[in-house]
């Protein structure tokens, strides 16, 4: 099977977007598939392009070799994740360039396009109808309602409603949709009338030969938190992670806990406000590291005794399931998860945390003493994560659930072809 993939986010860029793609490419490139991946000069989220890639931009298109995958590397405006003009011009600076490059590549059999972001689909409807093979459309978070979620839309302005517009067409127009969770199946049913059969779930997975447990010493030791209680946050520093909360819980702690150490690790957004919100108030029990490459993840993972996942309080929340969480809980760690809804039902189906109410600070403070205080229940809680993991969310199964997906899609349409000659 040869397979275009379409995605403005991959590797050396970080989270989860870039991740899925990679790793999902490289398991059907090695169960035989030849995969292409059409993607972006790697800018996100701070809008600088990496040395090694930067002379390479000046080409306008770039092709190298990841994997055994190969990727094509196209032109885009790179700016940082900040504002919204500027998503909207980085975003849609990939979609058009994308769409004429993807033109003089060889004909696949089957076109995926992933969000975020959602112009994606555009270049993936556009190259599969020039390209005359069926077009899946993979929505990772739902938009434009994400935006309204975020606050960087209302319902009424016109980027809600043109995002709106978007994506309507493309749920009339493709000729599947993948989504990562059944929530959304039912979402894209009730609210757009996307018919249940065009709709496939291939949840998310973990690469658990990467995220494992690991040995601690180390990394604590050049964190300088050996004896301490590790609290850690490890993600996008955005607007939907509602940071704030966590700051305000970290001046809590401080107060009465002085052993704890909260750790946060990325980049994003809102990074430089939250780290003034830190100095304001004066915290000396928070370290902010920079955005780490994907394989050095599971080390600063291990070296926490407690991993958070928080979300703002927003109904659309409860649709989702951060990469994250997975990833925290395939490395044995146990979590506090801020998030209602399907990751709540996760970690209390895994008895792998505790769940707190999104954005309530007295509750997220209280969960993290009870647990710096029983360091048994972290373990156990931890254990229990990664056999839950390790049975239903492994990145493998993820694959082979998606190919299966494929197969079906493309035989249908082959079966149609051939009723029709």
Known sequence: MKILYISQYFPPEMGAPAARVAELSILWTEAGHDVTVLTGFPNHPTGVVPPPYRDRMRHLVARERFNGIDVIRTLLLPLPNRKPYERILNYSSFATSAAGTGMFLSRPDVVIATSPQLLTGITGWWLARWKRVPFILEIRDLWPESLAAVGMGKQKGSLYRTLETVAAFLYRRCDHVVVVTSAFREALTANWSVPPDKISVVENGVDTNLFRPLDSREMRTRLRAEGKFVVSYIGTMGMAQGLETLIEAAERVQACAPGIQFLFVGQGAEKQRIAELVRHKALNNLLFVDQQPREKIPAYIAASDLCLVPLRNSGLFKTVLPTK????????????????????????????????????????????????????????????????????????????????????????????ATAAA
């Open 325 to 416: 969480l997975l990833e925290f809980m395939a490395c044995g760690k146990p979590v506090i998860v801020g998030v209602d809804g399907l990751a709540r039902d996760m970690v209390e189906d895994a008895n792998a945390g505790i769940f707190v109410k999104p954005q309530d600070s007295s509750a997220l403070a209280g969960a993290i003493l009870h647990l710096s205080r029983h360091p048994e229940l972290c373990s156990a809680l931890g254990e229990n994560g990664r056999k839950y993991i390790l049975q239903k969310f492994t990145r493998r199964r993820t694959a082979e659930t998606y190919l299966r997906v494929l197969e079906e899609v493309i035989g249908g349409q082959l079966i149609q």
